[in-house]
């Protein structure tokens, strides 16, 4: 066994994971500053700070630990090979991006909203109870914008970083890492349009036949590789973007703006200044074939981490599955943590099931082409990594460096 140092106890205060939720567990905010795409890309609350520790007002329906005779594990217990403490870094706040992570969350999850984390003790999908803490550490405000690598690449004590395949080839050099599991199946990058201002703009190329301006995340790998390609005009791009629809509603849909297909087409909507539907352009529509959910691992470690990440992914790609179909219960559990890491939380229970919705119709969540869960096409993104680190101009990493499904478990799929 592979010993933190800690002991396997949650810190912080416990949030009920079973419960009854209020009619609005967290209202749609009337003010703008604050939402985000939870796409790292800004902050959701108007100063950066996280919000002081506090209980959400919840009414718990028990806080025992799920009944279950558990079953025999065929694999074996994770504690016989992985640390005590399983750390996994994200990029931003709790969101249908890293549900797969929450559900694999036991009773009485502890949230410490001075560092923004959450965990308890690791309880599979089946109901087995593990004896072992998965650690759950938010990004962006929490962390000062780092990147989930960089803090991978600093801090031994994480197993785990979120990350895309975009990211992880630009910063292979300074903190390489190989992506292990992937909690969706393709990119949640899209462009926003308002349909009423442009009703014949709905795909890449008339975005860019009509020449409006693109609002984007400064530095993005997205909007280069839109206008390295061609299917943007450089001219069109603007820089700036802080992750929150704002300049959009503000704008009156006369700009478009990136976004995330799990947030976005139901955050926008919902918001009493816009009150109306948008189109959200699917950015794999021009070739952009990144991988947006990687969790990955120091690559000088694979092979100290093999026999916990031979245990560890399956159980996550089991996860994937289980909140896809069923994300209720575990967007409960986010909603209150969100709401306990900022007074600005934006996305209620009933917005972030509509975002697991529409994810599973568009293929966000999904098996891919050969109905395995959480893996990697390689054939798919071996030419788009080589096309890429042409227009970010950097060294190209082979895909077999970047990715791995050595991990994966090829029974594992949404089918059942």
Same mark, same amino acid.
């Given at each position: ?34 939402? #985000? #795409? ?6 959701? =609350?108007?100063s950066g700070t996280a919000a002081a520790t506090t209980t959400t007002d919840v009414t718990p329906e028990s806080?025992?630990?799920? =009944? ?12 016989? @090979? ?10 931003? %706040? ?5 549900g797969p992570l929450f559900a694999l969350l036991g009773p009485d999850p502890q949230v410490d909203s001075a ?17 072992? $803490? ?25 197993? %785990? ?20 599991? #992937?909690? =969706? ?21 008339? $975005? ?28 069109? %791009?603007?820089?700036?973007f802080d992750g929150e629809p704002a300049a959009f509603v503000q704008s009156g849909g006369t700009i478009i ?5 799990? @947030? ?21 529509? #021009? ?14 470690? $694979? ?45 209620? @229970? ?67």
């Open positions: 066994m592979q010993d933190s140092g800690k002991r396997a106890t949650p810190r912080g205060r416990a949030v009920p994971r079973r419960w009854r939720l209020p009619a609005i567990a967290v209202a749609v905010g009337v003010a703008l500053a604050g939402c #985000s #795409s939870d796409d790292g890309a800004g902050p959701e =609350t108007t806080t025992a630990a799920p =009944t279950t005779t558990q079953p025999p594990v065929e694999d074996g217990p994770l504690i016989e @090979v992985c640390p005590e403490r399983i750390a996994i870094q994200t990029t931003m %706040l709790p969101g249908p991006d890293v560092t923004a984390t959450v965990s308890s003790q690791l309880v599979r999908v089946d109901g087995t109870a593990e004896d072992v $803490v998965l650690e759950l550490r938010s990004g962006g405000p929490a962390v000062g914008f780092a990147t989930a690598l960089e803090l991978l690449a600093a801090d031994p004590e994480i197993l %785990l970083a979120q990350t895309s395949t975009a990211t992880a080839l630009r910063h292979d050099s300074a903190a390489p890492s190989l992506g292990v599991v #992937s909690l =969706t199946d393709r990119s949640r990058d899209v462009l926003i349009v308002d349909p009423a201002t442009y009703p014949d703009v709905d795909t890449i190329d008339s $975005v860019r036949d009509a020449g409006i301006a693109v609002h984007h995340r400064t530095d993005d790998p997205f909007t280069a590789y839109l206008a390295g390609t061609g299917a943007l005009d450089p001219t069109q %791009l603007v820089a700036g703006q990136q976004g995330d297909a799990l @947030v976005d087409p139901v955050l926008i909507p919902s918001l009493p200044q816009w009150g109306r539907p948008i189109v959200a352009i699917d950015g794999t529509e #021009s070739g952009w074939a990144a991988y947006d959910d990687v969790l990955a691992v120091r690559r000088t470690e $694979v092979d100290e981490s093999a026999d916990c990440l031979e245990r560890l992914v399956p159980v996550i790609q089991q996860a994937i599955t289980a909140y896809a179909s069923d994300p209720n219960e575990t967007n409960g559990l986010m909603t209150i943590t969100r709401a306990q890491f900022t007074p600005l939380a934006r996305l209620t @229970v009933e917005l972030m099931d509509a975002g697991v919705a529409e994810g599973v119709a568009s293929g966000v969540f999904g098996d891919g082409a050969d109905s395995t869960t959480g893996n990697f096409d390689t054939d798919r993104l071996e030419p788009f990594l080589t096309e890429l680190s042409e227009i970010l101009e950097v060294d190209p990493v082979a895909v077999d460096e970047l990715v791995t499904n050595d991990f994966i478990d090829p029974s594992i799929t949404s089918a059942g």
